[in-house]
């Protein structure tokens, strides 16, 4: 049966609602603040491993949680828009942790061996995929959606916070003209500058704790 592209964008539209509703106040107890030591944490991948914040110091290290069933995260996978961030930067040294904090029985919740799945299904690159199916890292940093994402220098001091770029749109088209923060933060810091914009407003589905 053919779908019209009305009824496709309609669709569209209400599975972003969806995604939208029920979003996190701006503050939470726990939040991670831009300028100080970022909140250690442990935490399991998908293969079993522990891993620990510290056992990055001394490097870069991006947080990024996401959801693969919200449509803010399908426009940067889809696209390979994450993919290239997550090559270029890695190639460099930078730590790209992958966080799924959604819980079980909620969208975007992933078992080890989904979660790899997704990785090799859409060719991804982080060093690792981190499980919070319990939601402590999370509400630990405060993310509040999917796309959120967080850098680490290696003095352990969180030196950005937010969104990934000043474009808050599901559209892949938008990309392109977009300022990507992250991108923006990575590259002032890895060549001694100081962070531009450090903090920004995430955009995306809510994390589904």
């Known amino acids: 049966m053919m ?11 209400l599975v972003i609602i969806e995604c939208l509703l029920g979003m996190p106040p701006l503050v939470q107890a726990g939040e ?11 935490a399991i991948d998908t293969t079993g491993q522990s891993r620990r914040l510290s056992d990055w110091r001394g490097r870069y290290v991006v947080l990024e949680w996401f959801n693969p069933e919200c449509p803010f995260v399908k426009k940067h996978y889809d ?8 090559e270029a930067y890695t190639a460099k040294g930078v730590v790209w942790l992958s966080l799924d904090s959604s819980a079980p029985g909620k969208q975007g919740h992933l078992s080890p061996a989904q979660a790899h799945a997704f990785v090799q299904q859409r060719h991804a690159h982080p060093t690792a995929v981190l499980l919070d199916p319990d939601g402590s890292l999370g509400k630990l940093y405060g993310a509040k959606t999917t ?11 969180l030196i950005y ?3 990934i770029d000043d474009t808050p749109s599901a559209d892949p088209r938008d ?8 991108q923006q933060a990575l590259d002032e810091a890895m060549s001694g500058q100081s962070v531009s914009t450090p903090a920004t407003q995430s955009y995306g589905c809510s994390v589904k704790y």
């Open 175 to 182: 990309i392109s003209r977009a300022r990507n923060y992250v």
């Open 79 to 86: 696209s390979g828009n994450m993919q290239r961030l997550q």
């Open 32 to 42: 991670a603040v831009v300028g100080t030591p970022a909140p250690q944490f442990s």
């Open 147 to 157: 796309p959120h994402l967080f850098i680490v220098n290696p003095e352990g001091v």
């Open 3 to 13: 779908v019209s592209t009305s009824a496709r964008n309609r669709n569209q539209a």
């Open 161 to 163: 916070a937010g969104a």
